[in-house]
């Protein structure tokens, strides 16, 4: 399947006064799986259809390899769109369904029913071929719904939340899925979703959106464990956001004093954090904090536990800081028999490695 370079520039989208995208550079490599992430009106879904040219924009361009598609309609863009509602047709078999692009386009019957064939067993259902889309399960009609779209071969293929409408376990099956034939087809994709998890286990980069603009765009790790603002680091994941200042700052890593008379902490930092005298917030993901019961000797965060949460695989210990200005403190590990059991009430302490603790300028941006 061919694939090809998006690009975006000074692309703006208004409604009145409301600014619903604000200037917004973006480009996306051919073959790249590109996410773009957000909450309810952060813009995500406003920057996907001036994409697909269901809007048009007020300023700005978007180019498709070397082809200007900014006023193009959505027919003349060489883009495929997978819905979250599979929009399938009822009345025709499932090879009739993804067969139908390849009409509309005026490809002859015997090659249409070939391309609908290798279509189904990339999909892994060639044995649906005659059935109708009624007779098929949501997680089935969603993977056709992905086979019509790539039959076609499109530069690019934009998914607005795809997944949406399945439960877990089927989601989950169907991330791998997507990202299987991603894999063999090198197809550039443009994924929409608010789902934190669906982001971090699909894409290459990740888009974080918020009020109309690009808070930060990285791969999965960059968001996640070097967050450029607050509100990445409090939005992608659960996080601990401890205050302190910046007693001093060198190559090797920022001393920063908790507030509430807490402990000088060990963190990296760079930018307007890693600077002496700043307010910042030192961010530690609950996986990396060990907890342990408190003793006359402790010289770390303390906290007294409120409440334990077992998610499956992971168990959330969820503590009251013995220091005030601290905000409520999480720890999490992995689940397991025979691990450590803690009663409520009971104080523990909480540590970390120094490299696991990143500062972000409280109200700034580091980047």
Not at 222 to 236: C, G, K, N, T
Request: some cysteine; proline content about 7%.
């Amino acid at each position: 399947m061919p694939s090809a370079t998006l690009r975006i520039s000074g692309l703006v989208k208004r409604y009145g006064d409301f600014v619903a995208l604000a200037p917004t550079e973006l480009e996306v490599p051919a073959g790249e799986f590109l996410t773009l992430l957000g909450p309810s009106g952060s813009g995500k879904t406003t920057l996907l259809s001036l994409i697909a040219g269901l809007t048009q924009p007020d300023e700005g361009r978007i180019l498709l390899g070397d082809e200007d598609i900014t006023y193009s309609a959505p027919y003349e863009r060489d883009i495929g769109m997978v819905f979250q509602n599979y929009a399938l047709f009822p009345h025709m078999t499932i090879e009739e369904n993804i067969a139908f692009p390849l009409k509309m386009r005026n490809v002859d019957g015997a090659t249409a029913r070939k391309r609908a064939v290798d279509a189904l067993e990339l999909v892994r259902l060639p044995h649906v071929a005659k059935r109708f889309p009624r007779e098929l399960s949501g997680g089935q009609q969603q993977r056709i719904a992905l086979a019509r779209c790539f039959v076609y071969q499109p530069s690019i293929i934009l998914m607005d939340e795809p997944l949406g409408a399945l439960d877990k376990k089927l989601r989950d099956q169907m991330q791998l899925e997507i990202k299987r034939i991603h894999r063999e087809l090198g197809t550039t994709i443009v994924y929409v979703t608010h789902d934190q998890e669906e982001a971090m286990t699909m894409s290459d980069r990740i888009c974080l959106m918020n009020g109309g603009r690009i808070e930060q765009l990285g791969t999965p790790d960059d968001l996640y464990f070097r967050p450029s603002s607050l509100f990445v680091a409090d939005f992608l994941g659960e996080s601990n956001l401890l205050p302190g200042r910046v007693m001093s700052a060198s190559p090797g890593g920022l001393d920063v004093a908790l507030a509430g008379a807490g402990p000088t902490v060990r963190a990296v930092g760079e930018g307007d954090a890693a600077v002496a005298g700043r307010a910042v917030k030192v961010m530690v993901r609950p996986q990396n904090v060990s907890v342990g019961p408190a003793t006359a000797e402790t010289q770390s965060l303390t906290g007294r536990l409120t409440d334990v949460m077992v998610s499956g695989s992971l168990t959330k210990l969820y503590m009251a800081p013995l220091i005030d200005g601290m905000p409520p403190l999480v720890a999490a590990y992995p689940t397991r028999p025979g691990a450590a059991r803690y009663a409520i009430g009971q104080v523990l302490a909480l540590d970390w490695a120094a490299g696991d603790a990143v500062v972000i300028a409280d109200g700034a941006s580091l980047a």
